[in-house]
């Protein structure tokens, strides 16, 4: 028994480097929180799908007890539908091998250039490309984004630096000051968007030395997250979301349709009002990238734009996200 004394002498808050190490990465483990270990050999794929599990306790905590098909469960826990092959799903889904630079710089669209900070994320999201890299290492962190920053030096039409990756705010604070040190020699960039899902999954990570670097950075910020259900938001996300605002940027949400985890109108309208409850806006709701692996979660396009006629009829224009899909060589993310 924990008694009333024990309890007030609480252990120091563990930094968000602990929590991630604490990630739940046994299936069995996972399916045991949640009261689900009787329907293991129901649920858990014969065979390794060669995609790690990866979930931080605290995202644990937000799933239903005792139902498998939680939403944010299903987001993370290995299938066995993902070891079916399915024509059209490939691993390479929109060609960014191909224009993967060495030294981690893809640009596609006019005026950003977007660098893939590093490979690793603090959770595995099982739709995710990512599946079939996850120990993708031509990072433009490395040898101190130099590399990476020469190939943004020369173009003066690049006025925004996307961070992405993998997730970017897995890097040290110390890697991040010295990006913002770096940048100082290129004025052409004025902004700086960073796409991470960290400040949802582990909100731990949005810790003072982050928002004391954001603060100070003389540029404009944007912090594009990742939810796809309403109910990754909690109070240590809004906490998060509100340093993250205090620190100067401004707060976008993208989410991916997925099935069986937010393909009805109500999961959406809910993401998009828990998000600007949280002081987030919704940016965009992308079709899923065919990533081999992934088909099960695939909403067909003519339901997806269903879906969000059905939002648009339903929430103010500001909470409609824009659905989108990627298509290899085109200028833009296309409109579906
Ligand atoms: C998605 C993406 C961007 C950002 O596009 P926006 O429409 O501005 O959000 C930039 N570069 C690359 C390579 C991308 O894939
Ligand atoms: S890159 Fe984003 S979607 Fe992919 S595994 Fe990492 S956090 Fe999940």
Known sequence: MITANRRRAQPPARNWQQ???EAVTDPLELLRLLGLQHRAAELLPGRDTGFALRVPRGFVARMRPGDPADPLLRQVLPLAAELEATPGYSIDAVGDLAARSAH??????AGRALLIATGSC??????CFRRHFPYAEETAAANHWREALAAVTADTSIDELILSGGDPLSLSNAKLVELGQA?????HVTRLRIHSRLPVVLPQRVDEGLTGWLAALPLQKVVVLHANHANEFDAEVDAACARLREA?????NQAVLLRGVNDDADALAALSQRGFAAGVLPYYLHQLDRVLGAAHFEVDDTVAAALVEALRTRLPGY???RLVREIAGEKSKTPV
């Open 122 to 127: 603090a959770v595995n999201c099982r739709y």
């Open 104 to 109: 981690g710089v893809l640009q596609k669209y």
């Open 183 to 187: 940048l100082q020699s290129l004025p």
């Open 319 to 321: 909470l409609v996200p």
């Open 248 to 252: 100067g940027c401004t707060l976008l």
């Open 19 to 21: 929590l991630w190490r």
